[in-house]
């Protein structure tokens, strides 16, 4: 299988664990996905026929796209959309099997739908996907880890209170799963737009994203744990705003650094940026509310874990 893009920065993931190990019964594979609006997700699944034909949102995508039968497996052999009982999502609360519609409403999408199926077709045990994200957060203010000094960000201590509280009794969110070992994988993060337009933040980004990994491994006492960043790459290739560009080379930098060589990887994602005349939208700081935009981006995120757990050999 490749499942390493060009795109990516790829090391080792290191299978990580928050509960005990049950009898006869391979686990429950975790993943968290966090991050600010673009994690949420803005990514259109109706079409809207005044809006370029319904280009760019998902019903268009696998019904009538150029690219259609790559995304025929989310319509399920009586034409609703697929749900997957193997792969289990909650959000802030919202919960069920993965499907379109667990964005920032019942219309929308954002990585989850990728990066779901890519892990859930790795795996034939079950996988469950947290899925931890709100809009206009920063990471120079709202996710501002212990380790950048000053006041920690609600948004942070929310993160971490959500992963150790579900950690603790992963039965009581998934009750389906009772009795099952968890495995806690590894985090997927999708972030940046509001230190991309903030000059303090975006100076300080690469130090508070490295800050932020070091202590969430901290909190959660897994001091390996796998960290894929998905760039902040709204705007597409042609991109020439210093502080976006320079936001997106502090996210690669990370992953390069030598402390995180084999634990943390970057995912390229201004390839998949859409112009706003194929999407529903303008919004280009939601990548213009394209579904395919989202859905690549989760796949990317999907694979880079892939690509980790295979050189670790623990898949």
């Known amino acids: 299988m490749d499942v390493i893009s060009r795109t990516l920065v790829v090391p080792l993931l290191l299978c990580l664990s928050l509960s005990g190990r049950s009898s006869g019964e391979t686990p429950v594979r975790v993943f968290i996905l966090a991050g600010q609006s673009n994690m949420v997700g803005a990514g259109q699944v109706r079409a809207n026929p005044d809006r370029h034909e319904g280009q760019g949102s998902l019903e268009w995508l696998v019904d009538s796209s150029p690219e259609k039968a790559r995304y025929a497996h989310l319509r399920d052999e009586d034409g609703e959309w697929t749900e997957r009982d193997d792969v289990r999502v909650w959000f802030l609360g919202r919960k069920g099997p993965l499907r379109p519609g667990f964005g920032s409403n019942d219309n929308t999408i954002g990585p989850e739908l990728g990066f779901g199926t890519v892990v859930g077709d790795f795996y034939d045990e079950p ?9 206009g957060k920063a990471i120079g203010r709202e996710f501002r880890p212990p380790s950048s000094g000053g006041e920690v960000g609600a ?19 998934f009750p389906e799963f009772k009795g099952r070992e968890f495995e806690l994988m590894g985090i997927g993060w999708h972030q940046g ?8 933040f975006n100076d300080a980004y690469e130090e508070n994203l490295s800050n932020l990994i070091r202590d969430l491994r901290k909190e959660i006492a897994k001091p390996e744990l796998p960290f894929v960043i998905a760039e902040t790459g709204m705007s597409g290739p042609d991109e020439k705003h210093p502080r976006a560009l320079s936001l997106m080379a502090a996210q690669a930098a990370v992953a390069g650094r030598p402390e995180f060589e084999g634990t943390v990887a970057f995912v390229g994602t201004r390839d998949f940026y859409r112009p706003p005349d194929r999407s529903p939208s303008r919004q280009g700081y939601h990548w213009n509310s394209n579904a395919e935009t989202y859905y690549l981006i989760g796949e990317g995120m999907g694979k880079a874990m892939l690509g980790l757990v295979e050189l670790s050999g623990k898949d």
Do not use: S
């Open 127 to 135: 996988v469950a996907l947290l899925k931890i994200a709100w809009g």
């Open 155 to 173: 948004e942070y201590r929310l993160l971490v209170e959500n992963v150790k509280r579900i950690m603790a009794d992963p039965a009581a969110v």
């Open 193 to 200: 737009w509001n230190d991309r337009v903030n000059q303090a």
